[in-house]
T-cell receptor, first 110, second 117 residues
Framework: AQSVTQLDSQVPVFEEAPVELRCNYS??????LFWYVQYPNQGLQLLLK??????LVESINGFEAEFNKSQTSFHLRKPSVHISDTAEYFC????????FGSGTKLNVKP | GAVVSQHPSRVICKSGTSVKIECRSL??????MFWYRQFPKQSLMLMAT?????????EQGVEKDKFLINHASLTLSTLTVTSAHPEDSSFYIC?????????????FGDGTRLSIL
């Protein structure tokens, strides 16, 4: 069975500091990987995805994630966060259907 | 573009009541819509996948007679929680996809917080 683990339920960080949100998945077959973001009082929005090709994928707002097959990870990183990045981030795996992690709340403090 | 509207955003009702939740794709046609349920501090769990004009496909453990799904048009899917009980209280989220394929992103509604007293 597929599963997605986001070990950190909350990550507090100061503005302009780097951040990494961890995501590990369990699968013995190829999967597709996604990060979604949910801002307060809004629905989930696709942030970035890995389907194939380069293992490093980037979003338009400075986030990046690297697919690591040997470690079955897809951690999300940003070198310098802004207050506006405060949101909940969900990692997801697609294998026949979507499997979501439990989410990580990123709280960026001034 | 690609806006999904989910209504109502919050509902509180008595045990035994049936509750209908609507999911509309406002500016695109959605061949496939998905319904998720999220418990506090847990993952979104897929409940069912609905394709326009056909019966929904339910995930294992989801009672299809309890959670009625209708996808009668390319812009509207509804989830009806029949004879709701306190254990049905949860956050329900829909998403819509143009084709349901991997190459097409899912666009999510804002969710419905259901509280059964």
């Amino acid at each position: 069975a597929q599963s997605v683990t986001q070990l950190d339920s909350q990550v507090p960080v100061f503005e302009e500091a780097p951040v990494e949100l961890r995501c590990n998945y369990s699968s013995s077959v190829s999967v597709y990987l996604f990060w979604y973001v949910q801002y307060p009082n809004q629905g989930l929005q696709l942030l970035l995805k890995y389907l194939s090709g380069s293992t490093l994928v980037e979003s338009i707002n400075g986030f990046e994630a690297e697919f690591n097959k040997s470690q079955t990870s897809f951690h999300l990183r940003k070198p310098s966060v802004h207050i506006s990045d405060t949101a909940e981030y969900f990692c997801a795996v697609h294998f026949n259907k979507f499997y979501f992690g439990s989410g990580t709340k990123l709280n960026v403090k001034p | 573009g690609a806006v999904v509207s989910q209504h109502p955003s919050r509902v509180i009702c008595k045990s035994g009541t049936s509750v209908k939740i609507e999911c509309r794709s406002l500016d695109f046609q959605a061949t496939t819509m998905f319904w998720y349920r999220q418990f506090p501090k847990q993952s979104l769990m897929l409940m069912a996948t609905s394709n326009e004009g056909s019966k929904a496909t339910y995930e294992q453990g989801v009672e299809k007679d309890k959670f009625l799904i209708n996808h009668a048009s390319l812009t509207l899917s509804t989830l009806t929680v029949t004879s709701a009980h306190p254990e049905d209280s949860s956050f329900y989220i829909c998403s819509a996809s143009r084709t349901g394929g991997m190459d097409q992103p899912q666009h999510f509604g804002d969710g419905t917080r259901l509280s059964i007293l």
